[in-house]
């Protein structure tokens, strides 16, 4: 009975080994199965790091090895124009996703352009054909190649050819060319380059360009936070370029590279250096090169130039006295003859858009319409005409690529050359009215020197020193607003006066409440439309706002909801705009 159990036992037990013998082979057969999967998946992700490896960290092919070439198409120099590049002995373009002035200054330093000074889409510098072969390039601005820059890869996109970027450089003065001669913190003697020294960069003379500071053997950039004219003063007189005239922010001279080594700097306009001001310290900041500050200097002259030919000049300004002077030149005596006019009516030239009267882009009258000039062969000579006809000081700037703004209406004047002693504009060589091969991308501008400055500096400028009736204007308030460059007063380009800057507004979330506040704070009657993407023509200046988000029943923009001050991920081409009705 003992042997009959124990084998029944036996049997039982082998029974139930053959019964689980499928179940456990088919889990080991599942967990094998899982750790293969496993492996290879490990196995391929570490294929794909090292391919990553050999090909580039930044995902496009080592420029270590090859460069691929860049070109500038359909612009008026080598250094502007629609940017091209070639790959696999094709050339093809550039999408314009997530662009912007890093990326471009990449572009020019690669041509050896200098540095980028503006940004444009196909509608500058026409559509390419080919293929699209860069999207969302993403350079930090140290790369020497554009390949280098981050990207989605070569070919890949999501982009059409109206999307085609181009760039516009600022080729370096040449180093001992006239006017561009090295203006540097003069040392105490010839020796190595000392901290805190300063340069200007890529002004129209020696003393005017964007502020350049020299830190443990690099020189770096100033951050536009707190600027104003008692640093700029300090940085003038620093470099011997005497006092100062303009403090410029939002790196308006183009954007630097390397590093940002002073911000928050808050000159009392006597210290003997720049460094000597309060400041965060060497390097601390939270800015971008889009915020590098620049200034414009009175260079001091000795040598009054020599008159050799009979001159004329006119300070005129409209509905007043104005005083010409002929100074006549005959050996061994000198003759001055003093004539006074009346000037009466309307003026016929005027400057848009400027944070002065004495600045702005240029617009002229023509039968009895203002259309703009075109920047072709614009430069001091027409500026300093410009700037004695509107009773200022002597020209600081001539500025181009509507830096004040595209204009509207026709483009009246073209290829304006100047001797700098006319007393009217359209009497400088031109190629006649309403004659020009030009768009509103290019309208001409000018900084002219406050008369108020100008009384004070002397007689350079070959102006009769007549000081005006005394009248007091005062500023506009925190937060009053402005419509520009509409058809009436009632539309246009919103912008706001906050810390005695005019500044625009960001169209991230604008919509129809935000513009009736606005239709209602400028008097006019119900908002009829909301305009975005720059509408009236990109701003300049500060961004002041961002992200409103107005009820529609606030009594003053500033009064709606909205993001800090000065806080945004916008550029002038998002500048909001409104229309109002105008009853």
């Not at 516009?168 to 561009?180: H, I, L, Q, S």
């Amino acid at each position: 009975m003992v042997s009959q159990a124990t084998m029944r036992g036996q049997r039982a037990v082998e029974s139930e080994c053959r019964c689980w013998n499928p179940a456990v082979w088919l889990l080991v057969s599942l967990l094998g199965s899982l750790v293969f999967v496993a492996l290879s998946l490990l196995l391929r992700l570490g294929d794909v790091k090292i391919s990553r490896r050999a090909v580039s960290t930044t995902g496009v092919q080592p420029p270590v090895k090859t460069q691929y070439q860049v070109q500038l198409m359909n612009g008026r120099n080598r250094c502007e124009g629609r940017v091209e590049v070639r790959y696999n002995d094709s050339w093809g373009t550039v999408c314009d996703d997530e662009w912007d002035m890093v990326d471009a200054n990449v572009v020019c330093q690669q041509m050896g352009c200098g540095v980028a000074v503006a940004v444009s889409s196909s509608s500058k510098f026409g559509q390419g054909s080919g293929h699209i072969l860069l999207d969302n390039v993403d350079c930090s601005g140290s790369e020497t190649d554009l390949s280098q820059c981050r990207s989605l890869g070569w070919g890949i996109h999501n982009c059409y050819h109206f999307e085609d970027v181009g760039v516009t450089c600022r080729e370096p003065a040449v180093p001992g060319a006239k006017g561009f001669e090295d203006r540097t913190t003069p040392p105490g003697e010839n020796s190595a380059l000392r901290d805190g020294t300063i340069r200007l960069v890529n002004g129209q003379n020696s003393c005017q360009g964007r502020v350049e500071v020299y830190f443990q053997g690099k020189w770096g950039t100033v951050c536009d936070d707190e600027w104003h004219i008692e640093n700029a003063m300090v940085v003038c007189q620093q470099i011997g370029c005497g006092s100062a005239v303009y403090a410029h922010t939002n790196s308006y001279f183009g954007y630097g590279t390397g590093r940002i080594l002073l911000d928050n700097v808050r000159c009392k306009g006597n210290e003997v250096d720049l460094y000597s001001c309060n400041n965060l310290g060497w390097g601390k900041h939270n800015c971008g090169h889009h915020e590098d500050a620049g200034v414009t200097c009175r260079e001091v002259s000795t040598v009054p130039p020599p008159v050799t030919e009979l001159q004329r000049a006119i300070h005129a300004t409209y509905n007043t006295e104005a005083t010409e002077e002929i100074p006549v030149t005959d050996s061994p005596t000198t003759t001055t003859v003093t004539t006074t006019a009346q000037t009466k009516g309307k003026p016929s030239i005027r400057v848009v858009n400027g944070n002065s009267s004495c600045q702005g882009r240029v617009e002229v009258l023509f039968r009895g319409r203002w259309g703009t000039v075109c920047d072709d062969g614009w430069d001091m000579a027409n500026a300093n005409v410009v700037c004695r006809i509107l009773g200022c000081g002597p020209a600081i700037a001539a500025t181009d690529k509507a830096s004040f703004g595209y204009g509207n209406g026709p483009i009246l004047l073209d290829n304006v050359q100047c001797n700098g002693n006319e007393w009217d504009l359209s009497l400088c060589s031109n190629l006649g009215w309403g004659q020009h091969n030009c768009g509103h991308h290019e309208d001409a501008g000018v900084i002219c020197l406050p008369f108020e400055y100008y009384i004070g500096y002397g007689r350079d400028f070959r102006v009769t020193e007549r000081i005006p009736t005394t009248t007091t204007i005062s500023p506009p308030s925190e937060g009053t607003i402005r419509l520009v460059d509409g058809q009436h007063r009632c539309e246009g380009r919103v912008e706001m006066y906050s810390n005695s800057e005019w500044g625009t507004v960001c169209d991230d979330a604008w919509d129809l409440p935000d513009a009736e506040v606005v239709c209602r704070q400028m008097g006019c009657g119900d908002a009829t439309a909301a305009r975005g993407e720059a509408f009236f023509g990109p701003g300049t200046g500060t961004i002041l706002l961002d992200n409103l988000k107005c009820s529609g029943a606030e009594a003053t923009l500033k009064n709606c909801s909205h993001i800090s001050w000065k806080v945004h991920n916008c550029d002038h081409t998002e500048d909001a705009g409104v229309t109002c009705s105008l009853s």
